[in-house]
């Protein structure tokens, strides 16, 4: 089934999209990278627009084991405002305390593990999504703010995630990339959820961009 | 005489802003590559004298294809031009024998640096 509601964007002004998200998330992966003090090989992203109103059949469509996925979930405010939903596969927060904490991670058990777990998945992500859409917003000259990231699980919250967070008309920039920790993989999924106004600035934005350029 | 240059990058835009922020005196005669194979067998073919490489791309990535090209001629002046500014990454590819990396999206000023840095290894006889 095609999600992609592409035809908002021109050819090029998704390429500058693409290119622009490239970097962005370049520079998120170098903050990860130093947090960890390890060497993530970075893929090849793939980008997407999506309708809001679509997203959780193209979460279900594109994520193995979706209902097991934890997402972080965090608000920011500029002329692009909206929601970013940093989306980990099951397992990926016990990888990363692994690489994070280990030694906490060896020690601790059940309902200390989970709190841990959740605690590491909202340090990564705020890390991510912070990293992320600063240096896009910085790049299309604008500032926002950020809500604090909080942690969701696919399951439990299906129904009120998408009722509370996605407006049906929204538009939902969709990433996937692999992030490689020496031989760990993991899939990584960013879905920036944006209201009307804001893909309408990120449009002139872009092109106001590539202006440098021209 | 125009220096021949290979520019490497899979993304059309990212190539585009590149070919914008080089040095408008000097003269250039471009040819470009969408991914680290068709940029390797590009080099065997034009010999450039200056390659820009990106290095996150399909088919073969950009890390792989400046070995490759490093093989070929250990002199080759790659400049690699990138997202991926983990520290790490920029030693590794110095230490592969990248020429400089450019951080992404390039600015006129560095582009200009780093061409100016090229040509005068390559008038020195170092290439």
Redesign the interface.
């Given at each position: 089934m095609n999600m992609s509601h592409n035809g908002d964007f021109s050819e090029e002004e998704l390429d500058i999209l693409q290119e622009v998200m490239n970097i962005a998330f370049g520079q998120a992966t170098s903050d990860l990278a130093e947090l960890i003090d390890i060497y993530v090989v970075l893929s090849v992203p793939e980008i997407k627009l999506v309708q809001a109103e679509k997203l959780p059949g193209y979460i279900e469509e594109t994520i193995k084991d979706y209902k097991a996925s934890s997402i972080v979930s965090q608000s920011y405010w500029g002329k692009f405002k909206g929601n970013a939903l940093l989306v980990f596969p099951l397992g990926a927060g016990r990888e990363l305390i692994t690489m994070l904490d280990p030694e906490s991670g060896e020690s601790a058990s059940g309902d200390q593990l989970n709190v841990l777990e959740k605690e590491t998945l909202i340090e990564v992500g705020n890390i991510l999504i912070g990293a992320c859409i600063g240096k896009l917003t910085e790049l299309l000259k604008d500032h926002v703010t950020y809500s604090p990231p909080s942690v969701i699980n696919y399951n439990t919250s299906e129904s009120s995630l998408f009722e509370n967070i996605i407006e049906p008309n929204h538009t939902a920039i969709t990433m996937k990339t692999v992030f490689g920790f020496e031989g760990r993989d993991i899939n990584g999924y960013l879905f920036l959820v944006n209201d009307p106004e804001s893909i309408k600035w990120l449009k002139m934005a872009l092109h106001t961009f590539m202006e440098e350029y021209e | 005489m125009a220096r021949k240059l290979l520019i490497v990058d899979?993304?059309?835009?990212?190539r585009?802003?590149l070919k914008?922020?080089l040095p408008k005196e000097e003269d250039f005669e471009i040819s470009e590559a969408i991914n680290g194979l068709e940029g390797l067998n590009k080099f065997k073919e034009i010999s450039p004298d200056i390659t820009f490489m990106d290095?996150?791309?399909?088919v073969m990535d950009g890390q792989e294809a400046l070995e490759e090209i490093i093989k070929i001629d250990k002199n080759a002046l790659v400049i690699v031009s990138?997202?991926?500014?983990?520290?790490?990454?920029i030693e590794?590819v110095m230490s592969l024998g990248a020429f400089d990396v450019v951080k992404?999206?390039p600015k006129h000023e560095r582009i200009k640096e780093v061409v100016f840095k090229a040509y005068e290894k390559i008038n020195s006889g170092g290439q």
């Open positions: - | 899979d993304s059309p835009i990212a585009k802003i914008k922020t290095l996150t791309m399909p990138t997202a991926d500014v983990q520290p790490k990454s590794r992404k999206p």
